[in-house]
């Protein structure tokens, strides 16, 4: 049984004037817009398993530390990527006499996925669903392209190690932020 990663190709592209990325007082609450956070693609890249990228963007499956430990998700995501991690709690699901409304929230539910380290990802849409972060996501992080560079170079990597799939993806990153400014691409990932 081996290691996989989900890695996600986001970019920024607003024309406000908003710093990239936005700012977010809360670390512990996960938003998705579609306004200004897009995917490149409706679902996850395949990058195959090549455990020194994994080593160098994670430290996954590695002896070398790598030149920046998982970050977790960033708190403002790509709708795409918040399709795929959410874990809904419906009201419905929480017998009434374990139900404690707090701002909106049952309480009790709300409480036990927090324990469990999810994180909540905003009110729900419908009055009922309550999304979190799955909890099983291994080593989630993200990277801007100039530290995904320098990840690889830190790990001695070179050409992407062969990976022509990975190697698209920079290569896409590049165009993107030639066109949209620096750091205004991302990769968001994690393991299983």
């Not at 929230?105 to 799955?134: S, W």
């Not at 100039?146 to 190697?167: K, P, Q, R, T």
Request: aromatic letters at 12%; one cysteine or more.
């Amino acid at each position: 049984m081996g290691t996989d990663i989900t890695v996600f190709l986001e970019y920024w592209q607003d024309s406000d004037g908003s710093p990239p990325w936005g700012d977010q007082a809360d670390p512990t609450v996960v938003v998705w817009s579609h306004r200004r956070v897009h995917s490149l693609a409706d679902s996850y890249f395949q990058v195959g398993r090549n455990y020194r990228l994994f080593g160098a963007l994670a430290g996954v499956r590695s002896t070398v530390q790598p030149l920046y430990p998982p970050r977790e998700l960033p708190p403002i995501i790509s709708m795409e990527v918040a399709e795929r991690v959410r874990r809904p709690i419906h009201a419905d699901d929480v017998p009434d006499e374990e139900v404690l409304a707090e701002d909106g929230v049952h309480y009790t539910a709300a409480l036990q996925m927090v324990e469990r380290g999810c994180r909540y990802m905003g009110p729900p849409a419908d009055g009922k669903r309550y999304d979190f972060i799955t909890d099983d996501l291994y080593s989630a992080s993200w990277l801007y392209l100039d530290e995904i560079d320098l990840a690889l170079s830190h790990h001695s990597i070179s050409d992407y190690d062969g990976n022509y799939l990975f190697a698209a993806m920079m290569s896409a990153m590049r165009t993107l932020e030639s066109h949209l400014g620096a750091r205004a691409t991302r990769l968001v990932f994690w393991f299983a």
